[in-house]
């Protein structure tokens, strides 16, 4: 699914984003990267939906060297990534179920895939009843899943976050990161750069460390440092995806 061969990024300023990068992510894994700011994650995560191009090595994505990628195969290319912000990057004037369908139209989706697919996807998401919200009638949870509605409708194979739950209260966290949890387990790669130790402790999924440029730890089930912690902590139970509330917004 991605492969990056001795991957550096060096930006136009000089400076040295990523250092040396191996790694492989194979089909259907969950990995976290995580490492202090400054150390690379964003740029990682952005060499695989081809925003950055590597200056050295090579990256490999869904069989594709994306250093190769002509201007006009990129949009075909991120059909087959979503990718969520931290920011949500909603459009203001649309509501969500018009968000969602957006990025079905752009592919040119006939209108009738359109309408069978948005209700599934917001279904998925536990966003049914607040379709017809706009993005400031939503919280900040729910505009986070109307953007990983948004980032699955195509449904792509590869899923990548960054920083999905930094504007984030913790419970809200927890129903995020339950949601790509789920997502992972219908067999969509999924690559998230998060400061959230509590959920990366939680989660037990493979863990690449990066520091100043490089990937310093590759963990297959780890916590966010390398000291365990209480892997299911004092909540216990995992908690539900929200389903439908009372419709809302008209
Ligand atoms: P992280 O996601 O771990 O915080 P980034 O990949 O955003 O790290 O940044 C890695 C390094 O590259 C940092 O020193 C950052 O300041 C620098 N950097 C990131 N984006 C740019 C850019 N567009 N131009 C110049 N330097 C950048």
């Known amino acids: 699914m991605i492969e990056l061969q001795n991957v550096s990024v060096r930006y136009p300023n000089g400076v040295d984003a990523?250092?040396?990068?191996?790694?492989?992510?194979?089909?259907?894994?969950?990995?976290?990267?995580?490492?202090p700011t400054g150390s690379g994650k964003s740029t990682f995560l952005k060499l695989l939906y081809r925003e950055e191009r590597p200056?050295?090595?090579?990256?490999?994505?869904?069989g594709r060297n994306v250093a190769t990628l002509r201007p006009g195969q990129i949009p075909l290319f991120r059909r087959h990534i979503g990718v969520v912000f931290q920011?949500?990057?909603?459009?203001?004037?649309?509501?969500?179920?018009?968000?969602?369908?957006?990025a079905l139209q752009v592919t040119g989706a006939p209108r009738k895939v359109i309408h069978q697919r948005v209700p599934e996807i917001l279904s998925m998401v536990g966003l049914t009843a607040k379709a017809r919200c706009l993005p400031e009638q939503l919280s900040?949870?729910?505009?986070?899943?109307?953007?990983?509605?948004?980032?699955?409708?195509n449904a792509p194979p590869l899923l990548v976050a960054d920083e999905p739950t930094g504007?984030?209260?913790?419970?809200?966290?927890?129903?995020?990161?339950?949601?790509?949890?789920?997502?992972?387990?219908?067999?969509?790669?999924?690559?998230?750069?998060?400061?959230?130790?509590?959920?990366?402790d939680r989660?037990?999924?493979?863990?690449?460390?990066?520091?100043?440029?490089?990937?310093?730890?590759?963990d297959h089930v780890g916590g966010y440092d390398q000291e365990q912690v209480d892997l299911f902590g004092?909540?216990?139970?995992?908690?539900?995806?929200?389903?439908?509330?009372?419709?809302?917004?008209?």
Not at 203 to 218: C, M, S, W
Not at 234 to 250: F, I, L, R, T
């Open 55 to 62: 200056s050295g090595g090579a990256v490999y994505v869904a």
């Open 167 to 200: 504007n984030l209260d913790p419970a809200t966290s927890l129903e995020i990161f339950q949601l790509l949890d789920a997502i992972h387990r219908e067999g969509t790669t999924v690559v998230v750069a998060t400061h959230d130790a509590a959920m990366v």
């Open 203 to 218: 989660l037990q999924k493979r863990v690449l460390t990066f520091q100043n440029g490089l990937i310093t730890r590759d």
């Open 18 to 35: 990523l250092r040396g990068v191996n790694v492989t992510i194979n089909p259907g894994e969950f990995v976290f990267l995580v490492g």
């Open 234 to 250: 004092a909540s216990g139970a995992a908690a539900g995806v929200p389903v439908a509330e009372a419709a809302a917004c008209g």
């Open 140 to 153: 900040g949870g729910e505009q986070q899943r109307v953007c990983i509605a948004r980032a699955l409708v």
């Open 87 to 102: 920011d949500f990057r909603l459009l203001p004037y649309k509501n969500a179920w018009e968000n969602v369908a957006f």
